[in-house]
């Protein structure tokens, strides 16, 4: 474990070699840093420290000030000490960021011992609760990651159990849910639907002449001028071999018609 590291801002050599000797022989020699002034407080690394203790009142700054400085630099917790009993400074202390506040009367120095023990528990929980905050958030980031590729995928697998693999059009399976779905609501709401087939004429005997290849590549040209030609209500399917069915809803037979010439 890393040796407790504490920062003391005190402009008074005897206060200071005091308050240095109290918590040394508290936590240990060689945990205790001593400066005397804003100056020399900033130029310290502020964020290595466990915890900072610093008067109000500076050669070179208000300790509100200096204490303004120090939450803006890091988020070590601050204490605030210093020799006026007021309860107005206490306050805007806490409320400008300081964790404590302690008054230089009667046996203060018996008491800061404890008020750094009590901050730097307080000090230790919200840091560990704030590690299990960005745990809780990447772990939660990550089930929402895997959550959408997990659905990409099942609409990745729908969508393979539903298309037609060559032309990339509903295969007959599919399309036969969609004929109930879509005749149920034209029948429920007295809307019009038409179905039209469509073969291609010869095919057989283009496959025999040119190959498989040249066939398949013939139906593919021929989703891609049916798709092209559709609404976008209208559904249309590879029923086998060479056929195709379009759906076209809200379409009367002039309509269907029109869409098969």
């Keep these: 474990m890393d040796q407790l590291k504490l920062l003391i801002i005190e402009d008074d050599a005897d206060q200071r070699d005091l308050i240095r000797e109290t918590l040394e022989d508290h936590f240990g020699r060689g945990t205790v840093s001593a400066v005397d002034s804003r100056k ?4 310290q690394d502020l964020a290595s420290f466990d915890l900072i203790l610093t008067d109000y009142n500076l050669p070179d700054a208000c300790g509100m000030d200096l204490l303004d400085e120090l939450c803006t630099r890091c988020n070590t917790p601050v204490i605030m000490v210093t020799g006026e009993n007021v309860g107005r400074i206490a306050v805007e202390a806490i409320k400008r960021g300081a964790t404590d506040y302690v008054v230089k009367v009667g046996d203060y120095l018996f008491t800061i011992p404890l008020v750094i023990e009590k901050n730097l528990t307080v000090a230790n929980v919200k840091r560990e609760n704030e590690r299990l905050r960005r745990e809780l958030e990447a772990t939660l ?5 895997k959550n959408l590729q997990l659905e990409n995928s099942l609409k990745t697998v729908q969508q393979m159990a539903a298309t037609d693999p060559l032309t990339g059009l509903y295969n007959r399976r599919h399309f036969g849910r969609v004929l109930e779905q879509l005749f149920s609501e034209a029948q429920r709401y007295e809307t019009d639907l038409s179905c039209v087939m469509i073969d291609v004429d010869g095919y057989k005997q283009i496959n025999d002449k040119h190959g498989h290849q040249t066939g398949d590549q013939l139906l593919i040209i021929a989703a891609k001028v049916i798709s092209a030609n559709l609404r976008k209500m209208d559904v249309a399917a590879r029923y ?4 195709f069915v379009i759906l076209l809803p809200h379409a009367d037979t ?3 018609t029109a869409v098969a010439q």
């Design 254 to 256: 002039v309509e269907g």
């Design 40 to 43: 020399a407080a900033l130029v």
């Design 141 to 145: 980031g990550e089930l929402k990651s």
């Design 240 to 243: 086998g071999g060479d056929e």
